[in-house]
């Protein structure tokens, strides 16, 4: 039995090695790009990091360019293809908020109790002055694990104030307007506002004096689970692909992540906000350069947008027209990676991918890795010791029950959020755990 466990712990040893040479050897293209091969970079990148589904529009003086790439039988994708936006919503919910601080109807500076009299979040055991501009650049002092809270549910099955509600009176980390946390919920809360002030539903508001203004007729927010059947279905990572995935509605979140839109809305949309968004009016500092749902910086604007099965990103130039935004069908950041490269590519320069493994590939990576992992303990440890078992076991199942305690993030929250193997891994220690406690109990009687 010694030596047979010892064999398979080098089988398994092998297998880990082999598979991280593997893997990092398929991550990797020594090829340089330019302008002229774009699409050809689009279609490697893609293949390499199993991003089965992208749409790219790009503005460029007075051209309009789309790009595609497609892996998946049966289905192809075009410039009219939608997706989920993910977090570049916020700058629609933001530039909901500047039009009415234009009406006279919205004061930046206003606390947010102004419009929202029971929102009263918790600062060293007081009621903390929070405001719109707080909101907008991130500076509110409201965690990031607030993401965590936002119920799952469609149109009719929640709202938006259920979901505000829920961080009412939330511990702030921060005092308000110190420090720049992204928080998605803060946008929620701006939506919340903006329903106050006009009386309308939010999704009602922007689609009305937003996306009708900027020609966007394809766009829609997803506020159900059947508006699942208009979008090109996305998916999730795991086992070293990608698997299709029906993430749930959050309805609550619809402000910060759900508008469903394609490249040919989308091309003009950048060219909207460079004609009539004045950046330079922003309110950034030093420490603090995110406002209105953008990143702001000398040359250009941007933002990124991650969902559970679906990654955007957006890059416009303040200088000159130019801008690109990305589609993905696939969470991560690859959709970041393709969009800055090709940015460049039509500034001129040259792109090399290299090594490339996007944020959920490498978590896939390791969460496989670590199942292989565990197998290999359980193979090495010694099951003599009765009492050294069952402890090591009640050890492990302590600090999988303090996970989501200390971090605020619940076991169904990071199902929805990590890859597939994600649970297989909490399954493998959990058996550990039980292997160990009945091991120890057995070698009791």
């Given at each position: 039995?010694?030596?047979?466990?010892?064999?398979?712990?080098?089988?398994?040893?092998?297998?880990?090695i082999?598979t991280?040479?593997?893997?990092?050897?398929?991550?990797?293209?020594?090829?340089?790009?330019?302008?002229?091969?774009?699409?050809?970079?689009?279609?490697?990148i893609?293949?390499?990091t199993?991003?089965r589904?992208?749409?790219?529009?790009?503005?460029?003086?007075?051209?309009?360019?789309f790009l595609?790439?497609?892996?998946?039988?049966?289905?192809?994708?075009?410039?009219?293809?939608?997706?989920?936006?993910g977090?570049?919503?916020?700058?629609?919910?933001?530039?909901?908020?500047?039009?009415?601080?234009?009406?006279?109807?919205?004061?930046?500076?206003?606390?947010?109790?102004?419009?929202?009299?029971?929102f009263?979040?918790?600062?060293?055991?007081?009621?903390?002055?929070?405001?719109?501009?707080?909101?907008?650049d991130?500076?509110?002092?409201?965690?990031?694990?607030?993401?965590?809270?936002?119920?799952?549910?469609?149109?009719?099955?929640?709202t938006?104030?259920?979901?505000?509600?829920?961080?009412a009176?939330?511990?702030?980390?921060?005092?308000?307007?110190?420090?720049?946390?992204?928080?998605?919920?803060?946008?929620?809360?701006?939506?919340?506002?903006i329903?106050?002030?006009t009386?309308?539903?939010?999704?009602?508001?922007?689609?009305?004096?937003?996306?009708?203004?900027?020609?966007?007729?394809?766009?829609?927010?997803?506020?159900?689970d059947?508006?699942r059947?208009?979008?090109?279905?996305g998916r999730?990572?795991?086992?070293?692909?990608?698997?299709?995935y029906?993430?749930?509605?959050?309805y609550?979140?619809?402000a910060?992540?759900?508008?469903v839109?394609?490249?040919?809305?989308l091309?003009?949309?950048?060219r909207y906000?460079?004609?009539?968004?004045?950046?330079?009016?922003?309110?950034?500092?030093d420490t603090n350069?995110?406002?209105?749902?953008w990143?702001?910086?000398?040359?250009?604007?941007?933002?990124?947008?991650?969902?559970?099965?679906?990654?955007?990103?957006?890059i416009?130039s303040?200088?000159?027209d130019?801008?690109?935004?990305?589609?993905?069908?696939?969470?991560?950041d690859i959709a970041?990676?393709i969009?800055?490269?090709?940015?460049?590519?039509?500034?001129?320069m040259?792109?090399?991918?290299?090594l490339?493994?996007?944020?959920?590939?490498l978590q896939?990576f390791?969460?496989v890795?670590?199942i292989?992992?565990?197998?290999?303990?359980?193979?090495?440890?010694?099951?003599?010791?009765?009492?050294?078992?069952?402890?090591?076991?009640?050890?492990?199942?302590?600090?999988l029950?303090?996970i989501?305690?200390?971090?605020?993030?619940?076991?169904?929250?990071?199902?929805?959020?990590?890859?597939?193997?994600?649970?297989?891994?909490i399954?493998?220690?959990?058996?550990l755990?039980?292997?160990?406690?009945?091991?120890?109990?057995?070698?009791?009687?």
């Open positions: 039995m010694k030596r047979i466990k010892i064999i398979l712990r080098r089988i398994l040893l092998i297998i880990m082999a991280t040479a593997i893997f990092l050897i398929l991550h990797y293209d020594s090829k340089e790009y330019t302008q002229q091969n774009e699409q050809e970079y689009i279609n490697r893609c293949s390499m199993h991003n589904a992208v749409a790219v529009g790009i503005i460029d003086g007075d051209e309009d360019v595609e790439h497609c892996e998946i039988d049966g289905k192809t994708v075009d410039e009219h293809t939608l997706f989920e936006l977090s570049t919503t916020k700058a629609f919910t933001g530039l909901g908020i500047l039009n009415l601080e234009e009406e006279g109807l919205i004061d930046p500076d206003s606390p947010v109790t102004d419009y929202i009299d029971w009263r979040p918790q600062y060293k055991g007081s009621d903390a002055v929070v405001t719109v501009r707080h909101l907008m991130h500076s509110s002092g409201i965690p990031v694990w607030t993401i965590s809270l936002i119920p799952e549910g469609s149109e009719g099955e929640i938006i104030e259920e979901t505000v509600r829920k961080i009176d939330v511990k702030l980390a921060h005092a308000p307007g110190e420090v720049h946390e992204y928080a998605t919920i803060n946008y929620d809360v701006l939506a919340l506002i329903e106050k002030v009386g309308q539903k939010y999704e009602d508001y922007i689609t009305e004096t937003v996306l009708k203004d900027v020609g966007m007729n394809e766009s829609f927010f997803r506020i159900t059947s508006d059947q208009r979008i090109f279905a999730k990572a795991g086992f070293f692909r990608t698997w299709k029906d993430a749930p509605t959050y609550g979140n619809t910060a992540g759900y508008l839109s394609d490249t040919t809305d091309v003009k949309w950048m906000v460079r004609g009539n968004i004045d950046f330079g009016s922003f309110p950034i500092t350069n995110y406002y209105a749902g990143n702001l910086y000398p040359e250009t604007v941007h933002h990124g947008g991650n969902n559970p099965n679906y990654s955007t990103q957006v416009i303040r200088e000159r130019l801008g690109v935004f990305v589609l993905s069908a696939s969470a991560g970041t990676r969009a800055d490269c090709i940015f460049g590519m039509h500034m001129g040259n792109a090399k991918i290299g490339c493994v996007s944020g959920h590939e896939d390791l969460f890795m670590g292989l992992l565990i197998l290999y303990i359980a193979l090495l440890l010694q099951y003599k010791r009765k009492k050294l078992c069952i402890c090591g076991g009640l050890f492990i199942l302590t600090l029950i303090l989501p305690i200390i971090s605020h993030i619940s076991y169904r929250f990071m199902f929805v959020w990590m890859p597939y193997s994600f649970g297989l891994m399954i493998s220690i959990l058996a755990a039980a292997w160990l406690i009945g091991c120890g109990r057995w070698k009791q009687k």
